[in-house]
């Protein structure tokens, strides 16, 4: 077997002492083909000799290892990737039979040994050339000499775009590898309430519906698999995995909150249990990473034939960015199902997270065995405001609030590029290969400006929308590039274009009363709403900056948009139907 090493700074020492190269196996937990890779190809005798003798072996999860992933994995996994003794790539392959591969390592080896001045000279020279990061997007706007103003065009685009791109029959996109993107779902239904385009809202409808009568979903657990082969949801890879399943959650809900379709509820529901009984760690709060893919146990429609066959394996890794994501669906989940159960697991988990994982200087690190690893990641800071502002909105917990004061600032000082989009990591004067290009994802982007305008909202903080409109302005000349997967993007346009409702409930968070507002806020389906609790006795500043006071008479909602002011109640069954006073509500 290969003795493989981890990606380290001594790795690189040690392959510039031996002049040798770095053969760089990219894998994860749950993928069927990097298991046979390792199993069948890489234990080879003549791969494993070839390897001890010419490379230094490092393997890497690229789960654990996004920005090494980010970088060097090309086609998917399992990715090898052949690298110099300073990181750079030469050359890289997916999955290889055993013949291939040590042809492909003779190969290597013999070129690397007669040619590593020549190679180190080429690219050498390419790491010495001054080329400002600014430069890896080439955008006008990414260089800071074009800021175009954000506009609704581009939201009506991105809506287009959805449309088109989706199939008209099963719903999702894509026509090879069938994905369900629920932030183009989520998008789809917050363009439908402004706009009553029924296109939208059939969309919705049709991709939930085919997905949860599909393959993909499982039926006899819950929770879905990670992605269909076939157009209809069909032949999936029957991983499981945490993130997915809490977007694919959130997703679920809203559309039962805006539709009241049973079906939707009930896979919400599978959903809830699947995570609670399988990934959930009793011990910390918190969810672990997946559940192994295992076709011949997925294909079985009973529990006590699966409970015979024994469960797949589950990667018990913490991710700091996936649990922040379920975080958000179980806070959504007690709200839209009613259910206080969902709200403490959520918090116990939050609080798993910024006991254990995070730095009150440096921000989260991105996952958690026992101890906490790397870092540095975009995502995991990104993913964790977002979730400490729903715990603000959906638990009432302003305690939180200070947190992501502070979690946001990190970000903007570590993360921020001149164009004001945030890198994917932050800046490491020492770091190797590849990683000394920092990338801007537009996902990720997307993400952290919509969780700072909605941390502006609740903290009366300009300063965090500035930085908010800054990341999405930097994207604003090439995001038709992206297609349909900028619709995270397009969100959280909208949200900077539309004010969002703010409902503020003055009240003691030990009353009865303000819980009761809070919930009936909450309640019915309103994009990009803001529900704030702020009790008098401990949230004296905010309340002042808000400009309300006590009530003398108790607990009291007050519905307000940008600067005005249109209703206030102290009753729960009034505030629904006052909060459509609103414009374009």
């Not at 990641?377 to 302003?398: H, K, P, S, W």
């Amino acid at each position: 077997m290969v003795d493989w090493l981890e990606w380290d700074d001594e790795v690189f020492t040690t392959a510039r002492e031996r002049g040798a190269p770095i053969l760089l196996f990219v894998k994860a937990s749950w993928c069927r083909w990097c298991r046979e890779l390792e199993e069948r190809v890489l234990s080879d005798e003549r791969v494993t000799a070839l390897v001890e003798r010419h490379f230094l072996p490092v393997r890497v999860d690229k789960d654990r290892r996004p920005d090494v992933d980010a970088r060097y994995t090309k086609g998917g996994w399992p990715t090898l990737a052949y690298l110099d003794d300073a990181g750079d790539l030469l050359a890289a392959d997916n999955y290889l039979e055993v013949d291939e591969l040590v042809a492909r390592l003779e190969l290597i080896a013999e070129y690397y040994a007669t040619n590593r001045e020549a190679i180190h000279a080429r690219l050498g020279s390419q790491r010495a050339t001054p080329v400002a990061e600014e430069t890896t997007r080439r955008s006008l706007a990414a260089l800071g000499e074009y800021r175009p103003e954000l506009s609704l065009e581009i939201v009506e685009s991105v809506a287009e775009t959805v449309i088109k791109t989706a199939d008209p029959v099963h719903g999702g996109w894509g026509s090879r590898h069938k994905f369900p993107h629920p932030e183009a779902i989520d998008f789809a239904l917050v363009r439908w309430s402004q706009t009553g385009d029924n296109r939208l809202l059939d969309l919705v409808r049709r991709t939930l519906r085919r997905m949860q009568e599909g393959e993909i979903h499982d039926k006899v657990e819950g929770g879905f698999y990670r992605y269909a082969t076939q157009p209809d949801w069909s032949v999936p890879h029957h991983e499981k995995m945490l993130d997915s399943n809490a977007q694919r959650l959130f997703a679920y809900l809203e559309a039962y909150q805006t539709t009241g379709e049973e079906s939707f509820r009930r896979t919400a529901q599978g959903i809830l249990h699947w995570l609670r009984t399988t990934l959930r760690d009793e011990e910390t709060g918190a969810f672990w990473g997946s559940q192994d893919a295992d076709a011949a146990y997925a294909h079985k429609t009973s529990i006590e034939s699966r409970r015979a066959a024994g469960n797949p394996e589950i990667d018990r890794t913490v991710f700091a960015n996936w649990n922040a994501m379920t975080v958000s669906a179980l806070l959504k989940a007690s709200s839209v199902l009613e259910d206080d159960r969902y709200r403490e697991l959520a918090l116990e988990t939050l609080d798993f997270l910024l006991t254990e994982m995070y730095d009150h200087e440096l921000g989260m690190h991105h996952y958690w065995d026992g101890h906490p690893h790397l870092l540095g990641l975009l995502g995991d800071q990104a993913y964790t405001l977002r979730a400490l502002i729903d715990a603000v909105q959906f638990a009432g917990e302003n305690r939180y609030l200070d947190v992501a004061r502070e979690l946001g600032a990190i970000t903007i000082e570590r993360y921020r590029s001149p164009s004001g989009a945030f890198f994917d990591t932050h800046y490491d004067p020492g770091a190797t290969g590849e990683l000394r290009r920092r990338n801007r994802s537009i996902l990720e982007n997307s993400v952290m400006a919509e969780a700072l305008l909605r941390l502006a909202h609740f903290s009366c903080d300009k300063d965090f929308e500035d930085a908010g409109r800054e990341a999405l302005e930097s994207f604003a000349v090439d995001y038709k590039r992206y297609g349909h997967f900028v619709a995270g993007y397009a969100r959280a346009v909208d949200l900077l274009l539309h004010p969002p409702l703010h409902v503020t409930i003055v009240g003691s968070t030990h009353d009865p009363k303000t819980h009761a507002l809070a919930r009936a806020a909450l309640r019915p389906y309103v994009a990009s709403r803001v529900v704030q609790i702020v009790d008098p006795a401990v949230d004296g500043e905010l309340l002042a900056k808000l400009g309300y006071e006590a009530h003398p008479d108790g607990p009291r909602a007050y519905v307000h948009q940008a600067r005005g002011s249109f209703a206030e109640t102290s009753d729960p069954a009034r505030l629904p139907g006052l909060m459509t006073r609103a414009p374009g509500l």
